[in-house]
């Protein structure tokens, strides 16, 4: 492997990694701060990148268009499509069994599957990059690297900045620590649990719809996206620790290193490789990397 | 619980499984190839359902691998029989169950380290291990999976290979015996669970910490129960692979890993009979759903019908739909404070 090749997957592990960051702290934060085990994150992920594809129609004949403009509007209804499902599906569900929240949001993700093979089909679409982006920029003498790619690693990267000073520097951040280490305490500290909880769902949804339509370029929009990533994520999750925005950062970087390097170096091994690290890692450490709380 | 109230429920359970068995074993004669095929199919869902029950509901380790042992009963089955003459049925079947049963010992040792949802991402992680070996290696023929050339038999002694006692090429056949392994299965778990190992078990699920202060090792007990239930399940697997002549690694991935959970979440944890209920329930409504007669061209849509009861099956039967007789009663009695009661104790 030469200089610039290694170059290259360094950076294409960044950027996946980066990407499984969005996706996999909306989980550890529905789950850490509500107790869900949401199997129907996935789907998120994937009706956002199907948001991507479908949207730019209509948002270029209704606002005049626009990368961002779509980004926008994907968002604003990921997050209202969120607070709508947690009244609906979940809000009686915290006092049943958790096993009982598998089973609804594993209801989810064949509801909102075959809504979108009914709503859009099931062929495999491409989404074309904006323009201002479409291009390379050159690495080394042969090499090229997309610009959409490093667009990528920096729209996370600037979310991950973005979630730190909530979490760090607000009262909602405050509130939501204090939710995930101890939700009875905040409870009778007279803060609103069922909202807090309507907000990191939606908040959790729309990250996840975020990475799906930013993805959508790169990855282009097909049938069954969301049930990958979504195993991929609960190891992401697990590894970093439940509940933990540092744990999720780290373990989904370390992921990102392992997939892509384990695809060049042992392409014959390279599935297994995640889960080999998974499982060694909770031998280790039968907690995850960071503990919340 | 709240069943209970009424008579002696014992007894109805008993009365409600035995009606089950004597329908399953009356239902070849009325059954078409199609029907025998379906029902067969469901029956190794059944068992598969059961083992993990063992370990879900009766222990409260929530395993999400559990494809593996199927896969691994199947793939067994398939790669120790003879290449050209059937296999005999005597060997084979406890060699594939042993098979699944060494697996789950290896994953179960390992595992049973972690507690709670880091449990259930191990069992996962483990068992996608087992999904990609099989996968990618030409082990067990990569993707397209192999074939088996011949169905094994039962013959005893230096009897006549030609006229075996039993021909498991046979639909019928392959029914009874998967009837009879199911029958098998159910009894030994209700005994097992009605032992002092099961009530080991029942302490474990409750309260561990106060199970290893009353002075019991905690962890033989679940690496036990981790083992029999991956025999178990193991045994489905073999039965699955006998029956369609194939396999491939789509048996050990983690859908069906998370089909199975979602049966015996829907069925009802913590009863024997919810796995059985949950099985057929959620093989039956697939069938419904996808049926062309009852939905026309919209069938091609299964799985939005499916989604959708399963979400009200959550939304409405707290606990299962083994659960669904004493909310009815609770109900018609007016007694409003039984149906939010969602205690799983009480075995069987």
Not at chain 1, 51 to 78: D, E, H, R
Not at chain 1, 106 to 130: A, K, M, N, T
Not at chain 1, 250 to 270: E, N, R, W, Y
Not at chain 2, 88 to 97: E, I, K, Q, T, Y
Request: charged share 10%.
């Amino acid at each position: 492997m030469d200089l610039s090749t290694f170059l290259i997957q360094c950076l294409n592990s960044l950027q996946y990694g980066l990407l499984l960051f969005l996706v996999a702290s909306g989980l550890t934060l529905i789950f850490g701060i509500m107790g869900v085990i949401n199997l129907a994150h996935g789907s998120f992920y994937m009706i956002g990148a199907y948001m991507a594809y479908a949207l730019a129609p209509i948002v270029g004949s209704t606002f005049g268009g626009g990368f961002f403009a779509t980004l926008g509007v994907g968002v604003v209804l990921a997050v209202l499509l969120g607070y709508v499902l947690e009244w609906a599906f979940f809000s009686f569900l915290y006092e049943r069994e958790h096993l009982q929240q598998v089973l609804m949001t594993y209801g989810l993700i064949l509801v909102f599957e075959e809504l979108r093979s009914l709503l859009v089909g099931d062929d495999v679409h491409g989404v074309q990059p904006p323009d201002f982006l479409a291009g390379t920029i050159p690495l080394g003498e042969l090499m090229t690297y997309p610009v959409y790619r490093l667009f990528i690693s920096g729209v996370c990267l600037a979310l991950a900045l973005g979630m730190y000073v909530v979490f760090t520097r607000t009262r909602l951040g405050m509130m939501i620590r204090a939710g995930s280490s101890n939700r009875e305490m905040v409870q009778s500290l007279g803060i609103d649990i069922k909202f807090l909880y309507r907000v990191v769902f939606a908040a959790g949804l729309g990250l996840a719809v975020l990475a799906g339509m930013v993805a959508a370029p790169v990855s282009s929009v097909y049938p069954g996206m969301g049930n990958q990533v979504l195993i991929i994520c609960f190891v992401v999750v697990v590894i970093g620790g439940i509940g933990s925005i540092r744990g999720a950062l780290l373990a989904s970087l370390l992921i990102g290193v392992v997939d892509t390097f384990g695809k060049v170096v042992f392409p014959q091994a390279a599935g297994v490789l995640v889960y080999l690290l998974m499982a060694l890692i909770l031998l280790w450490k039968p907690n995850g990397l960071f503990r919340a709380g | 619980m709240a069943e209970s109230s009424s008579g002696n429920p014992g007894l109805a359970r008993g009365l409600f499984v035995a009606l089950c068995g004597l329908a399953l074993a009356a239902y070849p004669l009325v059954a078409g190839a199609f029907g025998l095929d379906l029902v067969t199919k469901i029956m190794v869902y059944a068992i598969f359902a059961l083992s993990l029950e063992l370990l879900v509901g009766a222990t409260g380790l929530v395993c999400f691998g559990h494809a593996a042992f199927f896969g691994i009963g199947a793939y067994a089955a398939v790669l120790l029989s003879p290449a050209s003459e059937p296999g005999n049925l005597l060997w084979l079947l406890p060699a594939s169950m042993l098979a699944a049963a060494a697996f789950a010992l290896f994953m179960g040792a390992l595992s049973l380290r972690t507690q709670g949802v880091y449990f259930i991402m191990v069992t996962l992680a483990f068992a996608q291990m087992a999904y990609y070996v099989v996968h990618d290696t030409p082990l067990g023929g990569g993707t397209d999976g192999i074939y088996l050339n011949a169905k094994p038999v039962l013959a005893i002694g230096g009897q006549d290979a030609g006229t075996p006692w039993l021909d498991l090429n046979q639909a019928g056949t392959i029914y009874g015996f998967t009837l009879a392994c199911l029958v098998a299965v159910f009894g030994f778990l209700a005994v097992l669970l009605r032992s002092r190992f099961g009530r080991a078990l029942a302490g474990i699920k409750a309260n561990e910490q106060r199970m290893r202060a009353t002075g019991f090792s905690t962890y033989p007990y679940k690496l036990a129960a981790f083992v029999i239930s991956g025999a178990i399940a193991g045994l489905a697997g073999f039965l699955f692979g006998v029956k369609d002549g194939f396999v491939n690694p789509e048996l050990m991935s983690w859908h069906l890993s998370g089909a199975v959970l979602i049966m015996i979440i829907l069925g009802g944890l913590g009863h024997l009979r919810g796995a059985l209920i949950g099985a057929f329930a959620f093989a039956l409504l697939q069938e419904f759903f996808k049926s062309e007669v009852i939905f026309g061209a919209f069938a091609k849509h299964w799985t939005l019908g499916l989604g959708l009861s399963i979400i009200a099956s959550v939304a409405l039967m707290p606990r299962g739909l083994v659960g669904l007789p004493g909310q009815v009663r609770a109900r018609l009695l007016g007694r409003p404070g039984a149906v939010a009661d969602h205690t799983t104790e009480g075995q069987p």
